[in-house]
């Protein structure tokens, strides 16, 4: 069954018509060509497809599109301002915080839902908050 869905993505209100039962990842990528929202396991466990949606991190590959009807979804497009990074992909680009980059935009994502509900976290807290990003 197709339904209509609006939601604000970086900022700017979408509205797609879509299979239901479609997830978030295949919208993003496909139908709005943010590709920076990567494909990796396809259960959520590897974290290369957090979005984030209301200022949290989800799986955007085993979380169906339907979840974002009406929210505010901000992919690694949305997160700078402008020409200026946003100051967590500034670090990950000042210290070298990445290989290929296929995961990047997942960590990045997720480590700003993790600063933005805990502003200081210890190196315990941020290990466990990240931990389920995994580089290859």
């Given at each position: 069954?197709?339904?209509?869905?609006?939601?604000?993505?970086?900022?700017?209100?979408?509205?797609?018509?879509?299979d239901d039962e479609r997830m978030l990842l295949w919208v993003?990528?496909?139908?709005?060509?943010?590709?920076?929202?990567?494909?990796?396991?396809?259960?959520?466990?590897?974290?290369?497809?957090?979005?984030?949606?209301?200022?949290?991190?989800?799986?955007?590959?085993?979380?169906?599109?339907?979840?974002?009807?009406?929210?505010?979804?901000?992919?690694?497009?949305?997160?700078?301002?402008?020409?200026?990074?946003?100051?967590?992909?500034?670090?990950?680009?000042?210290?070298?915080?990445?290989?290929?980059?296929?995961?990047?935009?997942?960590?990045?994502?997720?480590?700003?839902?993790?600063?933005?509900?805990?502003?200081?976290?210890?190196?315990?807290?941020?290990?466990?908050?990240?931990?389920?990003?995994?580089?290859?």
């Open positions: 069954m197709t339904k209509t869905i609006s939601f604000t993505l970086n900022g700017a209100v979408r509205k797609v018509t879509i993003l990528r496909d139908d709005l060509e943010m590709s920076g929202t990567k494909y990796g396991c396809g259960k959520a466990l590897c974290g290369s497809c957090t979005v984030l949606v209301n200022d949290q991190a989800v799986g955007a590959c085993s979380t169906k599109a339907t979840f974002a009807d009406g929210k505010k979804v901000i992919t690694i497009e949305g997160l700078a301002t402008g020409d200026h990074l946003h100051p967590i992909q500034a670090a990950f680009v000042k210290h070298a915080g990445f290989q290929c980059g296929f995961c990047t935009p997942g960590m990045i994502l997720g480590a700003h839902a993790l600063l933005a509900k805990n502003p200081r976290p210890t190196r315990e807290q941020i290990m466990e908050g990240m931990d389920r990003h995994l580089c290859r």
